[in-house]
């Protein structure tokens, strides 16, 4: 089965790029079929989650042409079908973006309920609100969200909970729907954003994304754009929370730093240096860490695609902690693996009371889901001694060329399949 090896011991040093970001990626490749039209996607990660959403979209008729790793040329005007149930999509949350996408467009859509990382319950609930405010008929058979409606009219929403993936998707349904529609508490991420301005570049009216109010004003059709995708906050947060735990110092290049401002924050309160400028930011971990608090919360608040990032380092960090997950009611599994490296966390319903330790020992880890596998490559990286790390599936639906990035830091990490292949790599590491 394929692992991560690990040898821990060495500080991170250097530059690495960051990607596009995922969470915007997944939602704009589903909107790019709402129009006719040639739509070409620049800084597309080459994800496994990405590469699931291009083959659905080849599996209803949608043309796509890689032009290079990360850009791709797309071209709906040929759609033969709009039920997506291919095995692939079953297994990512972003699935259900076909549903917006669709329904906005063509006022009709089949997709298989989505799957996604085993975090907590994950309901779609407040999608299908806003689907039915807008008019369309929804029910779930057979596995499948069916959704269809004669016509689709503007209406005022209100979000019962901040929720990406519903403001993004009722926010694709209504851009060629009659009349205004207004999203009250949405969700107000980089993604978000990121997506309101792609549609806006296919012609659509979306205003104030990135506050809890968006309006849209429904327009006839959409038109073909050219898009670049801004750089992935959480992938650029796991680099600068790696820089910390392993004492290192690392710059996180085409990035916006605004975008990372509670990360840096919380680096800074723990004892780091953070030094911004227009698109990079420097991390160095020169003292001991030391320990804070921290609540996970939508944007602006700290990521809880970064609590396992941030507990990984806590618990490296002089003092005690507490970090509280208030987005998803399961997200502390990994730290069972943590204390089999040496971590002293104590987890009590969505709290982790963390007692720093003075460093954590090599083990054999398995990845529980994508963000805590990458969290518990840092873990390893810091440790004393080699760690394997099983299930790196899930790390690598979201981060590209992980182990590359991390070698050309400084890191002793490969990507191993064998026994033989663990053993030459204890030998040749010490
Ligand atoms: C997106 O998931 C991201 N995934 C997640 O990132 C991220 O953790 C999450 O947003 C929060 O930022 C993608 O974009 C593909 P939500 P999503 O809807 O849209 C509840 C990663 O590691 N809720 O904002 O599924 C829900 O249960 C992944 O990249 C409802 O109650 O998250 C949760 O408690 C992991 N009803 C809260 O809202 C709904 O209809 C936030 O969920 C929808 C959500």
């Known amino acids: 089965m394929e692992q991560y090896a690990i040898k821990g011991g060495n500080p991170l040093v250097g530059e690495v790029e960051i990607g596009g970001a995922k969470n915007a990626a997944l939602a704009i490749l589903a909107a790019a079929a709402m129009t006719d039209e040639t739509v070409i996607i620049e800084n597309v990660p080459d994800l496994r989650d990405t590469v699931v959403m291009l083959k659905a979209m080849e599996s209803i008729g949608i043309r796509v042409e890689r032009c290079g790793r990360h850009t791709v040329k797309i071209n709906s005007g040929a759609v033969s079908n709009l039920v997506i149930e291919d095995d692939g999509i079953k297994k990512i949350r972003a699935s259900y973006y076909f549903l917006g996408a669709l329904l906005g467009k063509y006022k009709k859509a089949e997709v298989a309920l989505p799957g996604g990382c085993n975090i ?28 269809e409606a004669g016509q689709l009219r503007g209406s005022h929403i209100y979000l019962d909970v901040v929720t990406v993936g519903a403001t993004i998707n009722v926010m694709m349904a209504a851009v060629m729907a009659e009349g205004q529609t207004i999203i009250e508490n949405a969700a107000k991420e980089p993604h978000v954003v990121d997506v309101a ?32 995708i801004i750089p992935d906050q959480i992938e650029a947060g796991t680099f600068m929370f790696a820089a ?31 030094e911004e400028s227009d698109d990079a930011v ?53 730290v069972d693996e943590l204390t089999r490296m040496g971590a002293s966390i104590k987890v009590e319903s969505n709290t982790a009371i963390i ?50 990035k991390l070698q050309s830091l400084g890191a002793q990490i490969e990507k191993i399949n064998t026994e033989r292949e663990l053993r030459k790599f204890r030998l040749k590491t010490g």
């Open 282 to 334: 420097r991390v160095v971990a020169a003292k001991p860490l030391t320990h804070t608090h921290v609540k996970t919360l939508p944007y602006p608040g700290f990521p809880t695609d970064m609590q396992p990032q941030i507990t990984v380092a806590l618990g490296l960090s002089r003092g005690t902690s507490i970090v509280t997950e208030s987005i998803f009611e399961n997200r502390f599994k990994y």
């Open 197 to 228: 301005n792609f549609l806006n570049s296919m012609g659509a009216s979306i205003k104030g994304a990135g506050t809890d109010v968006v309006r849209i004003r429904g327009v006839q059709k959409l038109h073909g754009t050219e898009y670049t």
């Open 355 to 404: 007692d720093g330790v003075p460093k954590y020992t090599g083990a054999s880890l398995t990845a529980p889901d994508l963000r805590a596998g990458a969290a518990l490559v840092t873990a390893a990286l810091a440790a004393e001694g080699v760690s394997t790390i099983d299930d790196i599936k899930f790390i690598e639906r979201g981060y590209e060329d992980f182990p590359q």
């Open 120 to 147: 907590g319950l994950r309901p779609i609930d407040q999608h299908i609100k806003g689907f039915r405010a807008l008019g369309a008929d929804v029910r779930i058979e057979h596995g499948l969200i069916i959704t």
């Open 244 to 274: 910390a735990v392993t004492k290192g110092d690392v710059t996180v290049k085409n990035v916006i730093p605004k975008h990372l401002e509670s990360i840096s924050a919380k680096l800074i309160e723990i004892g780091c240096e953070v």
